[in-house]
């Protein structure tokens, strides 16, 4: 039996002392309503209602358990307004700084469109995992290494000038005594300031002979664009990066790079929906070529 809907015409019904304009008030039909009236009273074993030609008037018993079958469906009620503004509730989202404007638009545009309210919070690598731990988010993308990777986006470096070549060998970035001009640098971005990337190439600069003043780890993206934009400098980005600043890009020789992410939930959380629903506008966004467990990019 519904208990609640069996409350729920009980109550209406009493509320009207009539079967017909009480099913109507709690949009039923007046058969349904005499059902499901009937069947609470088998239930209890007590009769509700004097039935009468026009009229339908409490017994005794009927008005001492009527205040209990009002709070029944009142709390129903709650339940039900409850339900619907969780499932409005806007899901706190904690990107990366390096997703388009665009690519940003269409992953909460899609989101909508499975009925997910996305409020993203943009923020760098270590803020995201603070996120998560404080709870200021649901869930953030985390930066991660490869192998724990659910997105993967390659890496090479990427600069003004086509180098001619398929690949960018570190090495060749070498200072000799006869090397006309200043050393040229390759420019970290704050979200590949990471142990996973970051220590691979500092292990490979040192490993090749470069000077330590020709990896920098940039405070900002616009700022490393910019110092590559006007000097013979390398930015090591992603291929959809380099295509947004119009650089020429190709991977590393030495050694293979890539962002890898993961959505990891605030403390009770299960952000499975989330990935199921939009892992692949959440690839895109990241500019991985394929959407959840796959990696993307190809060297240019």
Same mark, same amino acid.
């Given at each position: ?29 007046? =058969? ?9 009273? $088998? ?7 004097? &039935? ?7 017994? =005794? ?57 996305? %409020? ?19 869930? #953030? ?6 192998? $724990? ?12 000038? %086509? ?21 040229? &640098?390759?420019?970290?971005?704050? $979200? ?12 490979? &600069? %040192? ?13 900002? +993206?616009?700022?490393?664009? #910019? $110092?590559? +934009? ?28 890539? &962002? ?25 966004? +990241? ?14």
């Amino acid at each position: 039996m519904d208990l609640v809907g069996a409350c729920r015409a009980f109550v209406s019904v009493s509320e009207h002392s009539s079967f017909t304009v009480g099913a109507a008030a709690a949009r039923m039909s007046q =058969p349904v309503a005499s059902r499901r009236v009937a069947a609470l009273e $088998e239930r209890f074993g007590e009769q509700l209602f004097e &039935r009468m030609s026009r009229r339908a008037v409490l017994t =005794p018993f009927g008005r001492d358990v009527l205040p209990a079958a009002r709070q029944l469906v009142q709390a129903a009620d709650v339940l039900l307004h409850e339900a619907e503004a969780a499932k409005c509730k806007p899901w706190r989202l904690a990107m990366p700084g390096l997703c388009s404007t665009a690519g940003l638009a269409r992953l909460i545009a899609q989101a909508r469109e499975h009925g997910i309210t996305l %409020d993203l919070r943009i923020a760098a690598p270590a803020q995201r995992i603070e996120f998560v731990h404080s709870q200021l988010v649901r869930a #953030a993308l985390l930066a991660v290494p490869a192998d $724990e990777a659910t997105w993967s986006v390659p890496l090479g470096l990427a600069g003004v000038r %086509d180098p001619g070549v398929r690949r960018i060998y570190i090495d060749t970035l070498r200072i000799g005594r006869a090397s006309p001009g200043p050393a040229r &640098r390759i420019w970290i971005q704050p $979200e590949d300031d990471v142990p996973h990337i970051r220590d691979p190439l500092t292990r490979l &600069r %040192d490993a090749v002979g470069l000077r330590p003043a020709q990896l920098v780890a940039a405070t900002d +993206l616009t700022t490393a664009a #910019a $110092e590559v +934009l006007c000097t013979r400098d390398l930015l090591l980005c992603s291929p959809a990066q380099a295509g947004q600043l119009d650089l020429n890009w190709r991977p590393i020789g030495e050694v293979t790079l890539s &962002r890898g992410f993961a959505l990891v939930a605030a403390a009770g959380g299960n952000p499975q929906h989330i990935e199921a629903r939009l892992g692949e506008a959440i690839g895109r966004c +990241l500019g991985a070529d394929s959407g959840a467990g796959g990696s993307g990019g190809a060297a240019a």
